[in-house]
């Protein structure tokens, strides 16, 4: 699979409304895997200064995060295939 990260703009968010949305995409990809559609939600980065929201997902197409973000009812500004490296990975 490949990893995509959702960029969004949420104005106003707090800690408690980025655990009810990241919950909402968490739900979304579940119930999308288990149809049949395996994509899984992995996490959620908000910067309070810049109102924005990053979001990194793992799924076959940009296709099927953009499906998850609009049945979780979360706002999508753009989806960008990413790399990453961990820290660990450098061991």
């Known amino acids: 699979m490949t990893d ?3 960029e969004r703009r949420l104005p106003g ?3 408690e409304h980025l655990r009810a949305a ?8 579940e119930l999308m895997t288990r ?4 994509i899984r ?6 910067l309070p200064g810049e109102e924005k929201c990053f979001c990194l997902f793992q799924a ?12 979780a009812e979360l706002p999508v500004e753009r989806v960008v295939e990413v790399l990453q490296v961990a820290a660990d ?3």
Not at 22 to 29: D, K, L, P
Not at 41 to 46: E, F, I
Not at 60 to 71: F, T
């Open 35 to 38: 149809e049949g559609t395996p």
């Open 60 to 71: 076959p197409s940009e296709e099927d995060v953009r499906e998850a973000n609009r049945r």
């Open 13 to 15: 968010f707090t800690a």
């Open 4 to 6: 995509y990260m959702v």
């Open 41 to 46: 939600y992995l996490r959620s980065t908000y």
């Open 89 to 91: 990975d450098l061991r």
């Open 22 to 29: 990241a919950g909402r995409a968490r739900s979304a990809t």
